[in-house]
């Protein structure tokens, strides 16, 4: 496979534009210099969609969606990065220059092409024996016809059989020059050489873009020794914990429905999507991973989950869904009626009845949990108080404050408990984890995870250790960070940029940046210049980090735009330049107030050591030392406070 030369994916940057190409897929109205329109990414009525022509961005306002051109047909084609430059090539008419990749990369490229087209093969063998073999047709396709499904919906899932007794499909594959390893490798052969899946229905398992990474294969056989269900072995392609069954064919509904129903078997999903319900996926029998929810993150927060099991089966199924309610999504629960699944409940009432089933029972999952504990605990005060435990920690996984406090109300009604007396015991956890996740921040430089901010009624900040850095105003990084992306390259002086001017000036502060985030930010910055490159804002916007791309869409963006009216009514700032030309007084406000943080954070380092020698009896002699130091900080402190307040009047 080649790869897309830097000179022709500059040649896309120069020539899209990002309002002809967001126009393609929504329809957009013009409000002075920029466009709106109906997000396509979520579910709205009023227009919160923003396309900016002069930045190349597009911002929602309303689900935070936002980055520019390629990224957006990234987004709404669910293309890789390589796969939508190609599109908006073929778009505007680029020919694209492509070169060979290292030996690596293709040795790498070529092994999981070769997986892919193995598989890919394996899957027209499978449904080939299907439908054009007398065995396929007696027991495979029988069996599919009983379980209900249209010859329309077996073609549309790729299901096939695996007849396997002779190693049919080892001998056909290599028959036809595919090498026994990859084979092998693809999970489709033993180490023996015999076929992996043998008289068993098969099940394609496909990635996003519909490629198939590998199989799942249920037998008919009535023998309790032969285990039910085979799965493909993990591969280079294949990782069970970051494949959701079905969301190839689900991704459009979910994204149009702004909902993912969540089964557990690969027939539920074949069974509902053929009801007309597409927008259902299938776990297949794992327990949810983070890679697995992120997936379904991509196309809509509401997640509702299907269960059909026991109390015990369901209980332990819960445990695992705290995994969603970190991802900051909304989960709801549904039970299928004692010796039902999906697929049985929905032949058995028809699918109107079903939907409205899907409807009316789903169940907020802490309100759903609550209800099902409360059920075993009844009147035992040893159960309550466990109950009360159980549900304090599934709580404080949801990261946002005012979703946490409308759980708190409704379970302090549900068990008659005092919304502080779980508040408190919230808190108490959310303290935990963030000392814990402060101190793998300390040891490996991480920021892997989101966690809840601790602000219910009654938290005590002291309570918790916190290192000295972590309490710093991230807002002031963050505008550090605003001013060199937005405006890095306008001149400030006749012989600096901005740039080049908060870089020089904060030479002795770099360090103090708290967030890796910010700091990268500068990095990039640092490494710009010294390559003698133009520090535009598209450097951050088209980074490879998605991070840094992020923050940059976010610092860009405003829902904001100055009315035309000023212009003509000769309306303008008196005391200052208007926004987007006030970059001088940015940057050194920006430096100056991060200075002056810089200072007060040496002042309270300083304060706690005189403290610490007064406690220890330490003599006057030190302590006058440390005072001295004190008063010199707080003389530092007003000299920035000054030069501070001259900027703002200038």
Not at 355 to 374: G, N, P, S
Not at 448 to 456: F, R
Not at 510 to 523: L, Y
Not at 600 to 625: A, C, F
């Amino acid at each position: 496979m080649s790869y897309i030369s830097d000179k022709s994916v500059q040649q896309i940057y120069d020539t899209i534009k990002v309002e002809d190409v967001v126009g393609d897929f929504v329809h957009l109205k013009r409000r002075g210099i920029n466009h709106i329109g109906l997000c396509p990414f979520h579910n709205e009525k009023t227009p919160s969609f923003n396309v900016s022509a002069v930045k190349g961005i597009f911002k929602c306002f309303g689900c935070g969606e936002g980055g520019d051109a390629v990224q957006f047909v990234m987004k709404i084609e669910n293309l890789s990065y390589p796969e939508a430059l190609r599109w908006l090539a073929k778009k505007y008419n680029i020919q694209l220059e492509e070169i060979a990749p290292s030996a690596e990369i293709l040795e790498k490229q070529q092994a999981a092409d070769s997986l892919y087209i193995v598989n890919a093969f394996a899957q027209e063998y499978f449904q080939s024996q299907l439908f054009e073999t007398d065995y396929g047709k007696s027991i495979g396709l029988q069996y599919f016809k009983e379980r209900g499904l249209r010859e329309e919906t077996i073609r549309r899932f790729g299901l096939g059989y695996s007849n396997g007794i002779n190693s049919d499909l080892v001998q056909t594959s290599t028959g036809k020059g595919y090498k026994l390893e990859i084979m092998q490798s693809a999970g489709l052969a033993s180490s023996a050489g015999k076929d992996f899946f043998r008289q068993r229905v098969m099940f394609p398992i496909h990635n996003i873009s519909g490629k198939v990474l590998g199989f799942g294969g249920r037998t008919l056989s009535t023998d309790k020794k032969t285990p039910k269900y085979l799965n493909t072995p993990e591969s280079e392609i294949y990782h069970k914990s970051k494949i959701l069954y079905g969301i190839s064919q689900a991704k459009k509904a979910i994204l149009q429905e702004n909902m993912c129903y969540m089964v557990e078997g690969y027939m539920d999903v074949i069974t509902l999507s053929q009801a007309g319900i597409e927008n259902v996926v299938a776990s297949s029998g794992t327990s949810l991973t983070v890679g697995q929810i992120q997936l379904v993150k991509r196309f809509s927060p509401n997640l509702t989950i299907l269960y059909d099991g026991d109390a015990a089966g369901i209980k332990a199924a819960l445990r695992g869904l705290e995994l969603v309610l970190e991802q900051d999504m909304n989960v709801k629960v549904l039970l299928i009626p004692d010796g039902e699944d999906p697929d049985s409940y929905l032949q058995k009432v028809g699918v109107t009845a079903f939907r409205e089933f899907l409807q009316k029972e789903a169940v907020d999952f802490i309100l759903f949990k609550t209800r099902l504990l409360l059920k075993d605990a009844k009147n035992d005060p040893m159960k309550r108080a466990e109950l009360i435990k159980d549900l304090v920690e599934s709580i404080s996984h949801i990261p946002d404050t005012l979703k946490r406090s409308v759980y708190v109300k409704q379970c302090s009604d549900l068990m008659d408990i005092g919304e502080q007396i779980l508040h408190n015991e919230i808190n108490k956890r959310i303290a935990s984890k963030l000392k814990k996740n402060l101190e793998v921040e300390n040891k490996s430089d991480r920021q892997d995870s989101e966690l809840p901010t601790p602000l219910e009624p009654g938290f005590d900040e002291t309570s918790i250790f916190i290192p000295e850095k972590s309490r710093a105003h991230d807002f002031l990084e963050k505008d550090i960070a605003r001013i060199l992306i937005m405006f890095g390259n306008k001149e400030l002086t006749q012989n600096e940029t901005v740039a080049e001017y908060i870089l020089i000036n904060m030479s002795d502060i770099i360090d103090e940046f708290d967030s890796p985030i910010f700091a990268e930010v500068v990095e990039i910055c640092i490494e710009t210049l010294s390559a003698a490159k133009e520090l535009k804002p598209e450097i951050f916007i088209q980074h490879k980090n998605p991070k840094i791309s992020e923050l940059a869409i976010d610092v860009i963006s405003t829902p904001y735009e100055y009315s035309a009216n000023w212009e003509k009514l000769n309306v303008f700032l008196n005391s200052q330049k208007m926004p987007d030309d006030n970059h001088v007084a940015d940057a050194k406000s920006g430096i100056l107030r991060f200075k002056l943080r810089k200072i007060e954070r040496l002042m309270g380092k300083n304060q706690s050591e005189i403290k610490k020698v007064q406690d220890e009896g330490g003599n006057l002699e030190e302590i006058m030392k440390l005072l001295k130091v004190q008063q010199k900080l707080i003389l530092m402190r007003g000299e920035i406070a000054k030069e501070q307040n001259t900027v703002v009047l200038k």
